[in-house]
């Protein structure tokens, strides 16, 4: 059974940096699209950044592009979303999640994604 399990979340001040970790079980995260998205209280989720599957392409939204990288450890089965110059805007509930469609690369959006995780809070504040 696909089962995707976030972590690295927490309270940190502006500026500060937090990495967010995606675990993925009961399939080969290589072979699947994946992506990070936020949703902060009543407002939309968004999409934040996506790592193809297969060739490893990144994709960002304009707004973490520059602060924010996503990376993939196969071997750990575990995609990262390194978050520095954070910023009180930033605040919002971090969720990954995957998908096997294949695309020239891969698209930030949720209806792109079928599988989800549960979530990690991130706060950024003083």
């Known amino acids: 059974q696909l089962q995707l399990v976030e972590s690295g979340g927490g309270l940190v001040q502006p500026g500060g940096s937090l990495r967010l970790s995606c675990t993925a079980s009961g399939f080969n995260s290589h072979y699947y699209n994946i992506g990070w998205f936020r949703q902060a209280p009543g407002k939309e989720r968004e999409g934040v950044s996506c790592?193809?599957?297969?060739?490893?392409?990144?994709n960002y939204a304009d707004s973490v592009k520059g602060r924010f990288t996503i990376s993939r450890d196969n071997a750990k089965n575990t995609v990262y979303l390194q978050m520095n110059s954070l910023k009180p805007e930033d605040t919002a509930t971090y969720y990954c999640?995957?998908?096997?469609?294949?695309?020239?690369?891969?698209?930030?959006?949720?209806?792109?994604?079928?599988?989800w995780g549960q979530g990690t809070q991130v706060t950024v504040s003083s």
């Open positions: 999640a995957a998908d096997s469609r294949v695309y020239r690369l891969c698209v930030i959006s949720p209806s792109a994604f079928g599988s």
């Open positions: 790592i193809s599957r297969d060739d490893g392409g990144t």
